[in-house]
């Protein structure tokens, strides 16, 4: 049997005749492995954030000698740049790029709690109007014991007393949207709750659209990130609960696309929390009463990074169990899999088996010739290449060797990755066994002499840290021009990609 490949290398699946026992496979299902192909880029220190270690002294799950930890960057059209803490700051950049406080979110929320890697305050976004609105939205934890908040979301089948964490969307107006640092007021969007043990995939993004154009149907609508709140492996008595997944009477594994302003303003369809519902959502227009409207696509175990290409294509960075990393082209009312498929494979728990398990598709489907409602992704890796998924940008800025890529990365061993956007495009045909193939770039640095020096971001890291890391913590951004900042929840450190080779 040949399978249909199109634009990558598959590994690898066992012929599948009818009535055959298939065993799982544990380890390695692409074989085929991530190279080198000739791109070399310069990584230069832009700035390092303040040393915050003093603000959580009892973080857990991170390695000694942990810096700030950042994990956006941001540009506003004014040039101003900004960049998070997710220990509970909110920093502006100057030009001279000297960090100062915007916004202290830990003295605003006393019940912030910083337990994980995601946790505290975890992402932010301005809103397209902000300079003219004074709107920008965040993303925190709190912890759930001794917290007067009810939440608007709990899992289904559990009560107020199961919840462990509250994960919070709020929005910021601030008086001067030109200030160099936050007055104003805040409402509060969304209150959801995690019933795991660890505060693990919570709402890791809000993000907007930004191709869209005022009078555009997606124009001032905000997105989140799509997360299982670890019911793969948050866990407790509460985890790795297959149930909740796969259903659009929860948020539960969805990406949600909302109008942030108040139904109060808008008369329009109230959502779970103080937002209203667009119907421009494929759930919020079908008629069924027990489907939530502000779901815009679900099937994610965490789905923490959205991204857009110029054309409008979104992309989404989900994170796998035990096996495959993917990158996802996302659709409005597309069902993304978890925990039924991982990668173009089955989740041996469908089976009753095992999260870490996998099933090869059945040969009819891996070709597209029959269709099982699931969207697969346009890139994947597995976890001899890494171990999860960081964000992801298509880059169209001045460095040749990165044009028309698909730039993005892995979390823990800090690898950068890219793929051809047009073969990623392609791949999102319906036919799971198409992906656009992996190419890892290789980075370097300059000594003091000028010298290139070539040098991973993980080294890169633990020679600011003084120190060996189990993890490089890896996260990208980009600026207001496409260029794009490496930084690591690790050193506090915010690095641009510069040059290409010999520039």
Not at 7 to 24: E, H, I
Not at 445 to 468: C, L, N
């Amino acid at each position: 049997m040949r399978f249909r490949i199109v634009l990558g290398v598959l590994p690898f699946l066992a012929f599948w005749p009818v009535g055959a026992q298939v065993a799982p496979i544990t380890k390695n299902p692409i074989p085929e492995p991530i190279v080198k192909r000739g791109i070399a880029v310069e990584v230069k220190d832009v700035l390092r954030l303040p040393d915050t270690r003093e603000l959580h002294p009892s973080d857990q799950d991170v390695d000694a000698g942990s810096y700030a930890r950042v994990s956006y960057v941001r540009d506003l059209p004014d040039g101003r740049r900004f960049a998070n803490d997710s220990r509970g700051i909110l920093y502006l950049i100057d030009a001279n790029n000297q960090p100062q406080v915007y916004l202290n979110l830990a003295a605003a929320f006393p019940n912030l709690v910083y337990n994980r890697l995601e946790s505290g305050f975890i992402g932010f976004v301005f809103h397209p109007e902000f300079a003219k609105n004074g709107l920008f939205y965040t993303v925190h934890s709190e912890r759930a014991a001794g917290n007067p908040k009810v939440p608007d979301f709990i899992p289904i089948g559990y009560g107020l007393k199961d919840v462990t964490n509250h994960n919070v969307i709020t929005e910021w107006h601030a008086t001067n949207p030109a200030a160099s640092t936050f007055e104003g007021t805040r409402r509060e969007l969304l209150r959801e709750s995690h019933v795991v043990a660890n505060l693990t995939h919570p709402m890791g993004a809000v993000e907007f659209n930004p191709t869209a154009k005022p009078g555009d149907v997606d124009y001032g609508l905000l997105y989140t990130s799509g997360s299982d709140h670890g019911f793969s492996n948050g866990g407790g008595p509460n985890a790795s609960n297959p149930a909740q997944t796969q259903r659009l009477d929860s948020i539960i594994t969805a990406i949600l696309r909302i109008d942030p302003r108040s139904p109060s303003v808008t008369h329009g369809q109230k959502g779970l929390g103080d937002y209203t519902i667009p119907m421009s959502n494929k759930f919020a227009a079908d008629g069924d009463p027990n489907t939530l409207g502000e779901i815009y696509a679900y099937g994610f175990r965490n789905a923490h990074r959205l991204s857009w290409d110029t054309d409008g294509t979104m992309f989404a960075s989900d994170i796998g169990m035990s096996q495959i990393e993917e990158i996802n082209i996302v659709h409005n009312g597309g069902n993304y899999g978890w925990m039924k498929r991982e990668g173009y494979f089955e989740n041996a728990r469908v089976r009753g088996g095992a999260l870490d398990a996998l099933y090869p598709l059945p040969p009819e489907i891996l070709s597209g010739k029959v269709k099982d409602g699931f969207i697969y992704p346009v890139a994947v890796y597995d976890h001899d290449e890494g171990r999860s998924v960081t964000d992801g940008f298509a880059y169209h800025g001045k460095i040749a060797a990165l044009k028309g890529k698909f730039v993005f990365g892995d979390i823990f061993s800090g690898r950068v990755f890219v793929c051809d956007l047009a073969a990623m495009k392609k791949a999102d045909d319906g036919i799971p066994e198409t992906v656009a193939p992996v190419e890892e770039v290789q980075l370097y640095v300059r000594d003091a002499s000028g010298k290139r020096v070539d040098m991973s971001f993980k080294e890169m890291v633990e020679k600011k840290m003084g120190q060996p890391l189990m993890r490089a913590d890896l996260h990208i951004s980009h600026s207001r021009d496409g260029e794009l900042f490496l930084t690591s929840r690790q050193d506090g450190m915010i690095r641009m990609i510069v040059s290409d080779d010999g520039k």
